[in-house]
Structure formats: C-alpha cells, structure tokens
C-alpha cells in the first residue's frame, strides 16, 4: 500500500484524555479476522463509537461535529500499549488520521505508525494541555514537519522527530526497498557472524 | 515516578560527576542488553549509534499478524531472506475444542489459516500447523524445541516475544510491516533502548510465585513505568526461579512497557537447555556455552533507572481494574479513586470500577467469578498446570462456574496427560482443551459474555479483551484453581494444597 507523504496538513484535533488506550480499545478483535488492511476504518474505537445494536453513541466525541472529520488526535500517555496489532495504525489511518500527539506511546505502536506514515509526536505535558484545550473549541490546527511546529489559532509549539523518521514521513518511503540497498553489507554481515557461531549455522 | 531512583533525578553537580567517572570506562562496562545490540549491529544509521540496522537471528510466524505482511513480499516479488531462521505456528484464532480441531476442514475453512499454510508452503518456511504434533501458542513452542538460545535476537509479530528474555535472548514484538521487513532482509531498523536494572532481592514467601513478582512490578512502576526501556531483571529471587518462571515474568514486562526483558543465562538456563530437541549438541554446544557464560552484564555498567523490590514483601496478586496495574494483593480491598493525588489517574480508576461493576471498599476475596481459565504464553507450561492441578486435586469447580485448561503446547498436554493432571483437572469439572491462545483475546469461540467475571491467568485485563463487555481478574494459576473451586477470588494460601505428584 503506497504511503502518503506528511508534509504540512492543516485539520480538527479531537481529544481522547485518557492514559493507557490500548490496541485492543483502538481496533478490537473482531477487525481482526481478514488476511488485507481493507475495511478498519469501521473497528477503529469500535466499542467506544458504536452501542450494542451498532448505532453511533453521540457522547464519543470521533461522532460529533466536527471531530467526525479530526485529522488529529491529542491523548493521554502510553497510548497504544498492548498487543502488536498493526490494524490499530491502518484503522487511524483510513480514519483519516494523520498525526496523534501524546505525552508518550507505546514502542511497538509508535514504530507501526512511522511505518505507515503516521506521524507520532511525543509532545510536553505543556503542549498536550494547549492542544486538549483546542481540541475543545473545535478549530483546526495546522502541523508542519518540515519545520517541526504544530500552530494553533492559540500559538505554535514545536516538536521533536528522529532525523530518519521524518525523511521517511516526508517521502512516503517503504522501509524494505530502502534497507535492501544494504543487502551485500547484510550477507556479509551474516557470513561472519555465523561463522563465528558455529551452532547457529 | 519518585521510586525510580533515576539518575536525571540527581543534582546536577552529582550527575556531571557520576557521567564522567563513567565516561573513560564506558566501552569496558557494558550491560547484557547493550552487547546483545552490539554484536547484531549491521551498520548505524545516525551519528550517535541510537538508531542502527539490527540483525534479528530468528522470528515465529502466526496466522493473524503476518497475512499482510506477506502479501507486501509477494506484491513486490521479493524473498525471503533466510527461510530457515522462521517457523510458522498456529495459535490465535484456532477453536480449542478437541471436536473442532479434530474436522479435517477446520484450518482450510479459516481464511487466515488457509492462507498462512499457503504462505508458509511458497515461502519455504516450516510450519506446525493446526495438525502437527508439536503445534502450541508460539511462546511456549519456540522454548520447548530449544530455539531461544542465550544471545540470539528474535523479533516476532506479537508483543509477548519479551518472554524470550529470560534465557538472554533479545525478545521483542513488532507490527506487520516489521514482519515483512524482517523477511526480506533479515534485519531491522532498530533505536536502541536506555537500559533499566530490576532487582528483586531475597527469597519469596511460600505461596507467591513468578506471576505474583511480574505483577507487583507492573503495580509499582506503572503501566509505562519501563517504557523505553529494555529490562535486565536481577537479584537473589530471580536467580531462584525456575526458567519457566523466568519466562512468566519476562513475558509480562510488556505490560509495563518494556520492549526488551533479560534475564543473564546461568547454569539452569544450559540445563534446560541440553535436554530440548532443537538446541546444540556436542562439539557445537561446548562452543556455545563458551559464549553464553560471558553474557552478563560487566561489574560497575551504568544503567539509566534502577528499581529495587524486596520479594518477602509479595502477596499472591489480582488486578481489579481494566490496566494491568490496576492490581493490589489478594487480601487488600479495592482502593478508593477518590483517594488517587493524579486527577487523570482518579478518572482512569473511575471508569475501570465503571466497567468492571466493582466498588471501592469491597474486599477482593468477596469478588463472584463466573469463569476460570488457565491458560495463555504468560502461564500454559507444565509447572503452571502443576501448581494448578495442586490446588485443584480432591476438590470440585464452584456451581456456576466455567472453568477450561488450555495447555501452552500439544507436547505440555501430552506430558500432563503422563502425569495425570488432566485426570485431576476434569474430575474436578475443568474442560481440558487443546493448545492455542483461546480465552486470552478472545480471538476464537472462548469468549466471555457481557458483565461476565473471569479469573484468569492470562496477561491483558484491557476493556473487552476476553469478549466485548467482559471483566478480566489476572492473577497466577495457582489463584485461579483456588478461585475455580471457591467460586470467587481467594487466597490460595488458605487452601491446603494436594500435591499432584
């Protein structure tokens, strides 16, 4: 699946201010059952956007204007913790998210998302609570990753991102194609490391 | 966190002193986790060696990760690297009901299945598939073969891989497309962690176990209290512990965000070792153990965040929330949210009372359960459905509760079966099922029903986990057989054990 490349996007940032929003509460397991990414977009939060007889709960604010339409999210610490499910990534994605702004994530969720050009920022607790507070009026928030600043209507708070990463993010590249540039460098790297333990070999 | 003793937490002046008198011996004083990194570097990809090219020795495939993952291969028409360093295992969506597992169609009807048996074939990695003899939840077959071995990295698309740890062997989990990426370069694009010491001194008390020492961890620290961090576990009590239970408590530092777990090899570790089917042998083995002695982290290396815990302090443990450190010993009651400092933590502790049914006050032995399960990577080995069976034997489930073993592999439930456990488990009124990951997630028919309470030896007591709706008590196996039997949470100290044996 071609990834999109994050430049400058401009969108609503809904808020989710709780700690610990674990994979399985972002795209629960019946998403699960498919061999492709296709049709997430409907698991994500499932059980938090959609009551027992399948009709949108209004109080969820990812069903309420204009969050419906959030291109952000701004959350508690330790988001994404739990199991590895990429699925959790593709549903935010197909969502329509494009960044998520945490005080912290989980490290297996926060790789998925670099991998599939979803830009997660460990922000400060300072800058969580501006963008909560934003979130709220419902206007949009604009974040640049050339420049590494999320702009308010309220003032500009910057951001830090691994050189790699964000080249990454930039140019929607596939990670394999770039690492397999390397492949005499890794057979190489191979031969002498098993040879050198003959009971991997 | 003010338990962590962590050096940016020291004066200034101090952390300049204590920085430059480790500064000349860095290359000399080096953790576990660092040389395991090390020693699989391929290349840095940034000046300061924080993010690098990582040889990854070996991953376990399942059925419900890694779909995606070759479909990319196959999209591009790319290989695998190195066909031989994977095995393919079923575990997480298949039906643990012996009558299920028995109709020849059940794998070929299941779209994941069918299609990771297709995958396995054309990539030409071996597979146990729902058939083979040797099938089982993948983190308690890689270890029985003797595929984890000290000083390996292996990376696999679920994030209990952590339980390879404890022989020292560099475990982590990753997403779909690191699935992929690994198979077509056998590496990964890796950020090396800041290393955490957990030591756990002294000798626990009889009637705790490995289960209760992970999860009063997890309640100390936090649910991210290990974020970022890989995790060297020491001191006198783990030294004590069986690998089994090594394996217990590396499989949960997941749960407190570790995404890396070690426990140093020692001779118990090449013990076990020597007697499973896939490890060295021979000449190969002397060689081996030459290298597996020297991994171990150097008198005098510097580790970012120390923690400290006192095992003679441990209770049998039982969470009462929805976040694995929602926890409190069995003969606490629930704690009052209101009594919580941190308005964001009174509010997480408020919804997950909310959706458990519980209130504050209630003592946790008086908490009705409606099922029981024994189970899962984290406690589905033989001395969990030792101590199991232990308490279990002579007595009878509680009426009205559902209670089901599922053993960690065919090759657990055959050595069970040797021993007559299974008789002590289905005479008591347990159902004795066949291996995979079942009531753990949920992801095949075990599921709970809405409002149903489980006491479960499982790792995740996240909202729904167990089937939309349900309520998660984790706690060790021991704990869920003396709940199976008295019908709510309970002590299992106060029950007098009936050896199995």
């Known amino acids: 699946m071609p990834i999109e490349p994050f430049e400058c996007v401009s969108g609503f940032i809904a808020a989710l201010p709780a700690a610990n929003i674990d994979t399985d509460i972002i795209m629960p397991k019946t998403f699960l059952k498919g061999i492709d990414r296709s049709g997430l977009e409907k698991g994500l939060f499932h059980d938090l956007r959609f009551d027992e007889q399948g009709a949108p709960r209004q109080e969820f604010v990812l069903n309420q204007s204009p969050w419906a339409n959030a291109a952000f999210l701004v959350t508690g610490g330790n988001f994404g913790c739990g199991s590895s499910r990429e699925h959790a990534v593709w549903g935010l994605r197909q969502f329509g998210i494009r960044a998520i702004i945490a005080p912290s994530f989980a490290g297996i969720f926060f790789d998925n998302c670099a991998r599939n050009g979803l830009l997660a920022i460990e922000a400060e607790n300072e800058t969580v609570r501006m963008l909560t507070e934003q979130a709220a009026s419902g206007t949009k928030i604009t974040i640049d990753l050339e420049t590494q600043t999320i702009e308010t209507e309220h003032g500009a708070a910057g951001f830090e991102i691994s050189e790699r990463r964000k080249f990454m993010l930039q140019k929607g590249l596939d990670a394999v194609g770039m690492t397999l540039q390397w492949r005499n460098e890794i057979e190489a790297f191979q031969t002498r490391y098993l040879g050198a333990r003959a009971w991997l070999a | ?501």
């Open chain 2, 1 to 501: 966190m003010q338990f962590l003793h962590n050096t940016a937490r020291f004066p200034p002046a101090i952390q300049t002193a204590r920085c430059v008198f480790f500064w000349g011996f860095m290359a000399a004083f080096t953790t576990l986790y660092d040389k395991l990194v090390d020693r699989h570097t391929v290349r840095s990809l940034d000046a300061e060696g924080r993010e690098l090219l990582l040889y990854v020795d070996r991953t376990v495939l399942n059925e419900y990760t890694s779909p995606q993952a070759f479909t990319g291969l196959r999209d591009a028409g790319r290989p695998v690297f190195r066909p031989a360093s994977a095995l393919g295992v079923i575990d997480h969506v298949n039906s643990t009901r012996p009558e299920r597992i028995s109709s020849p169609d059940a794998q070929s009807d299941d779209i994941q299945m069918a299609y990771f048996v297709r995958n396995c074939r054309d990539f030409g990695i071996e597979l146990f598939d729902l058939y083979h003899r040797q099938q089982g939840i993948e983190h308690v077959v890689m270890p029985e073969l003797g595929l984890v071995l000290p000083g390996l990295v292996i990376a696999a698309g679920d994030s209990h891989t952590t339980t390879y740890g404890a022989f020292g062997a560099l475990g982590f989990g990753i997403g779909t497309s690191d699935i992929e990426h690994f198979l077509a370069t056998q590496t990964l694009v890796y950020r090396r962690l800041r290393n955490m010491k957990l030591s756990v001194s002294g000798t626990l008390p009889t009637g705790v176990t490995a289960k209760d020492v992970i999860m009063a961890i997890i309640r100390k620290i936090g649910a991210d209290g290990a974020q970022g961090h890989a995790v060297e576990f020491t001191g006198s009590a783990i030294s004590a512990l069986s690998i089994e239970g090594r394996m217990t408590i590396c499989n949960m530092a997941v749960e407190c965000g570790a995404r890396g777990a070690l426990i140093a090899p020692d001779e118990k570790t090449f013990a076990y070792l020597a007697e499973k089917p896939r490890a060295p042998k021979g000449d190969a083995l002397k060689a081996a153990l030459e290298d597996w002695r020297a991994l171990r982290t150097d008198d005098g290396a510097a580790f970012d965040t120390c923690v400290e815990i006192n095992a003679s302090d441990i209770e049998p443990m039982v969470t009462w929330g929805t976040s694995p450190d929602q926890a409190a010993p069995i003969s606490d009651s629930i704690p009052d949210p209101g009594l919580e400092a941190s308005p964001a933590r009174r509010k997480d502790a408020e919804r997950a009372l909310g959706y458990m049914g519980l209130l504050p006050g209630t003592r946790l032995q008086d908490i009705r359960i409606d099922h029981a399960f024994i189970g899962s990577c984290t406690n589905a080995r033989m001395e969990d459905l030792r101590a199991a069976a232990a308490v279990v034997k002579g007595r009878k489930v509680a009426v009205g509760v559902d209670a089901i073993v599922v053993p960690g592999s065919r090759e657990v439930r055959r050595m069970a079966e040797a021993e007559g456990i299974d008789r002590i488990f289905r005479e008591a009124g347990f159902e004795w099922r066949e291996p995979g990951c079942s009531m753990c997630l949920a992801m095949n028919d075990d599921v709970i029903a809405p409002g149903k309470r489980c006491a479960s030896s499982t790792n995740r007591n996240f909202e729904g986990r167990q089937g939309a709706g349900s309520r998660t008590h984790l706690m060790s196996p021991a704990m869920v057989a003396a709940a199976a039997v008295s019908g709510h949470l309970c002590d299992v100290r106060k029950l007098e054990a009936h050896h199995a044996n």
